[in-house]
C-alpha cells in the first residue's frame, strides 16, 4: 500500500508542474548549460530549484489535486469512451499527450483498493451496529428470556431437521444392495450424534443467555462453523479410512469459522496482499494479447503490456464508485460496466490494432475470457491464502 501511495503523490506532484521560463541567461544548476526554458535541453533538470514560500506550496498542492494536468483529463476520458484511439496513439508513438500508462495503472489501483477498503468497513459496520443493538436490547430479563425460548425453539427445528435427513440418507443408502449395511448404520448413528452435540450446545447456550452470559455457539449457523462441528470432524478425520477428505473439510471449517469470529483480521490480511495480486493480472492480460496478435510481427510485447496497462486502468476506474454507491445502485453500477467492459476492449482492439469486427470481437472475447478466468482464479486463491494466516 506504501508503495502505491507514493506513485499517487508523485502524480499529483508532477501535475502541478507548470514552470514559467527562468531569466535571460539563467544557467541549469546541475550541469551549467543555458536555459532557453523551464528544463535543461542537456540534461532534462528543472530550472525550478524550489525555493517558495509554504504559501506557494500549498497553493501548488490544490492545484494539482483540483486542476491535475491536462494529460489526465484527456487520457481517463478515453479510457472510457475512446479507447482504441489511446492505444492507438500508444501503439503508434504519440504518448507524450498522455499519462504513461504504468503510472496510470498504479493510480487507478489505489482508487479501486481505497474504494474497496471503504466497502468492507461499510459493510462490517452494517453487520455489526444491529447485533450491538441487540444486545443492549437484551439486557431485561423478560428479553433475555424471550430470545432464549427462541433459540431453544430454533434447536428443536434444526435437531428434528438433522434427524430427519440422517434417517433419509439411511434409508436410501440401504436399499443399495452394494452398500456395506453395518458402514451406513454406522455413518447414521454418527449423524445422529453429531446432530444431538449441537442440539445439546443450542440449549446450553440458551440457559447462559437466560442468565445474561453471551452465547459460545451459534445455532443458526446452517453450515457447520460452530465449534461443535470443528471438532466433530476433526475426530472423524482422525478415525475414518479416507482422513484426507475429511481433515481438509475440517480444516476449511474451522477456518471459515475464525474468519468470522475475527472478520477485521481477515479484511486486513486480505486488503494487505488484494492490490499486490492484481498485479498479477497485468502480465497474464499482456501475454493474452500476445497471443492473440502473434502474427502481426511490428507489435511487441511492450505493446502489448501497454494496452493491458490501459485496459486494466479502466476496469479499476470503471468498478471503484459500485463499492462508494448504495447496495441498490451498486448492483446497477456493476451490472453496466459488466457490459462495458467487453464493449471496451472490442474498440481497444478494434481502433488500437486495426481489426476486423469479427476479427476483434473473437480476440476480445478470447482476451476478456482468460481475464476473467484468471481474476476468479486470484480471487479465489486470495481467499484461501487469507484462510491459511488465520
Not at 506513485?7 to 508542474?17: F, I, N, T
Not at 525555493?51 to 497553493?59: D, W, Y
Not at 446450553?204 to 452465547?215: F, K, S
Request: hydrophobic fraction near 45%; proline fraction near 5%.
Amino acid at each position: 500500500m506504501r508503495e502505491l501511495e507514493i506513485v499517487a503523490a508523485d502524480v499529483l506532484e508532477g501535475a502541478s508542474e507548470r514552470r514559467a521560463a527562468p531569466p535571460p541567461g539563467s544557467v541549469c544548476a546541475n550541469c551549467g548549460t543555458p536555459l532557453a526554458g523551464p528544463y535543461c535541453h542537456a540534461c532534462g533538470q528543472n530550472a525550478d530549484l524550489h525555493k517558495r514560500s509554504i504559501g506557494r506550496l500549498i497553493v501548488e498542492g490544490f492545484e494539482g489535486v483540483l486542476h491535475l494536468d491536462g494529460r489526465v483529463m484527456r487520457t481517463v476520458p478515453d479510457l472510457f469512451i475512446h479507447p482504441g484511439r489511446l492505444a492507438r496513439d500508444f501503439l503508434e508513438g504519440r504518448v507524450a499527450r498522455h499519462v504513461p500508462p504504468f503510472r496510470m495503472f498504479l493510480v487507478s489501483l489505489l482508487v479501486w483498493v481505497f474504494a474497496a477498503e471503504y466497502a468492507a468497513h461499510h459493510t462490517k459496520t452494517v453487520f455489526t451496529t444491529p447485533a450491538q443493538a441487540k444486545a443492549a436490547f437484551q439486557q431485561s430479563p423478560a428479553e433475555r428470556a424471550k430470545s432464549a425460548a427462541e433459540m431453544q425453539a430454533d434447536a428443536v427445528k434444526d435437531r428434528d431437521s438433522d434427524l430427519k435427513e440422517a434417517a433419509d440418507d439411511r434409508d436410501g443408502e440401504l436399499k443399495d444392495p452394494e452398500e456395506n449395511k453395518a458402514k451406513v448404520q454406522l455413518r447414521y448413528q454418527e449423524q445422529v450424534a453429531h446432530a444431538q452435540t449441537r442440539y445439546q450446545a443450542a440449549v446450553d447456550d440458551a440457559a447462559r443467555v437466560t442468565q445474561g452470559l453471551p452465547p459460545t455457539f451459534d445455532s443458526s449457523a446452517a453450515q457447520g462453523q460452530d465449534a461443535p462441528t470443528r471438532a466433530w470432524w476433526a475426530s472423524k478425520a482422525a478415525k475414518e479410512g479416507n482422513p484426507t477428505i475429511l481433515w481438509s473439510k475440517a480444516w476449511w471449517i474451522d477456518r471459515m469459522g475464525k474468519a468470522r469470529d475475527n472478520p477485521e483480521y481477515y479484511l486486513s490480511v486480505m486488503f494487505t496482499w488484494g492490490h499486490r495480486v492484481a498485479f498479477l493480472l497485468l502480465p497474464i492480460v499482456g501475454l493474452a494479447l500476445t497471443a492473440a496478435y502473434f502474427y502481426k510481427r511490428r507489435f511487441f510485447i511492450y505493446d502489448h503490456m501497454v494496452t493491458a496497462m490501459n485496459f486494466l486502468s479502466f476496469l479499476f476506474l470503471a468498478n471503484a464508485p459500485g463499492f462508494l454507491l448504495p447496495s441498490d445502485a451498486s448492483g446497477v453500477w456493476f451490472t453496466a460496466v459488466g457490459i462495458w467492459t467487453p464493449i471496451n476492449l472490442y474498440q481497444t482492439l478494434r481502433g488500437g490494432y486495426g481489426s476486423s469486427r469479427i476479427g476483434a470481437a473473437l480476440k476480445a472475447l478470447g482476451v476478456w475470457s482468460i481475464s476473467f478466468i484468471a481474476f476468479f482464479m486470484l480471487v479465489s486463491g486470495l481467499f484461501i491464502f487469507t484462510l491459511t494466516q488465520l
